[in-house]
């Protein structure tokens, strides 16, 4: 049996406990190609070792993440944006304003889409969560707003289990002429639902699905950042703007165990993905970043920037910042917006400030240039 076949069947059998329809999913092992920057032994180009162990796959036992834990493999190779059809570093600098247009009050309105389908992406080479993703990335899109639009979002239900949203931000639970507690009522497989409100403050919200057990579907998944920035009377001053996530998977779940052990980290989706491929900036450019924490099963996370300080906004919800650090640390849920310049040229390493999750993925670089 070639590789690939094994890893097929293997998929199958997860797919059929927690997330079915991946078979269509599947995608070509070889196409996970390496860096050319990195030495590449050939056993990176198949996403299994050969040798490696069935998982177990016992009755109440589900398939979080294919099995690969063999040091850490995923600190070689690469995972192509082909494998997963996005691109962790485009990620960073694109915003889904939505489709715009204007009432006759001219309050201005933004339709966006947000459709659920279940997926496999690979966290990095060889590790392949069979997620839930909106618009087929993880995490979902960074929505952009100005505070005082109007909002309207198309939830459209394609994956096997019910979902809803939950939007965080200040807000009416129960629009007019809507369901009370919109963000609970399940949209169900096949179905769609319409969440409507003004974003009446802005910040940095995250927003996430609601479906029980929510460990589960949080870890799948299904979250997004909600970009709402401050009215056009009183903008952020241009900066080089960048928006990460930060999340985490244990490779494998068992539904009785609500506190399972992460075993991957990153910052959109793929483990070590800007430790291989630092991110370019300028030297005396402004650079802003706004953070989202989407990590379960630990506590918090943090973000951590060496040999430079950032200028704090927690929430993101002032323009005056509350700390001038280096380090900031989230709950799940919890957002800030970072701002900073590098007054030298070099490489800056940022990663969590838990040497567990740095170790697990999420360590990155500033490649800064004249
Ligand atoms: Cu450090």
Not at 159 to 169: E, K, R
Not at 197 to 213: E, I, R, V, W
Not at 299 to 321: E, K
Not at 343 to 370: I, L, N
Request: aromatic share 10%; with cysteine; proline share 9%.
């Amino acid at each position: 049996m070639t590789n690939q076949r094994r890893m097929s069947r293997r998929m199958l059998l997860g797919g059929s406990i927690g997330v079915a329809g991946l078979a269509s999913s599947l995608v070509n092992p070889q196409t996970a190609h390496a860096s050319s920057a990195l030495p590449q032994p050939p056993v990176y180009n198949t996403l299994y070792m050969p040798d490696m162990p069935d998982m177990d796959m016992g009755s109440n036992a589900t398939v979080g993440l294919t099995p690969s834990m063999v040091g850490l493999p995923y600190q070689v190779g690469d995972v192509s944006p082909k494998v997963n059809g996005f691109d962790p570093a485009q990620m960073l600098t694109t915003f889904d304003h939505g489709k715009v247009s204007m009432l006759p009050s001219r309050q201005t309105v933004r339709d966006y889409t947000l459709t659920v389908t279940d997926k496999m992406i690979y966290l990095g080479p060889k590790v392949a969560l069979a997620a839930s993703v909106y618009n087929g990335r993880l995490p979902g899109p960074y929505l952009r707003a100005t505070q005082g639009d109007h909002i309207r979002i198309t939830l459209i239900n394609k994956s096997t289990t019910s979902h809803s949203i939950n939007f965080s931000g200040l807000h009416p639970s129960n629009p007019p002429g809507k369901l009370p507690d919109m963000a609970f009522q399940p949209v169900p497989k096949g179905g769609h639902t319409i969440y409507e409100f003004d974003a009446t403050q802005f910040g940095l919200h995250m927003y996430q699905s609601f479906a029980n057990p929510m460990t589960f579907t949080t870890l799948r998944g299904l979250f997004g950042m909600f970009i709402v920035d401050p009215p056009a009377t009183q903008p952020r001053p241009q900066a080089t703007e960048l928006a990460m996530v930060m999340s985490a998977s244990p490779l494998k779940v068992d539904l009785k165990d609500n506190t399972p052990d992460n075993d991957i980290y990153a910052v959109n989706a793929v483990a070590y993905q800007f430790m291989k491929h630092p991110i370019p900036l300028r030297m005396n450019k402004p650079v802003r970043v706004y953070l989202g924490n989407a990590t379960e099963f630990d506590r918090i996370n943090s973000f951590h920037l060496h040999a430079n300080l950032f200028n704090l906004y927690r929430s993101g919800t002032s323009l005056t910042p509350d700390e001038l650090t280096d380090t900031v640390t989230l709950c799940h849920g919890q957002t800030a917006i970072l701002e900073f310049m590098f007054k030298f040229p070099g490489d800056y390493m940022f990663h969590a400030h838990q040497a567990e999750f740095s170790d697990k993925g999420w360590t990155s670089t500033f490649r800064v240039t004249p």
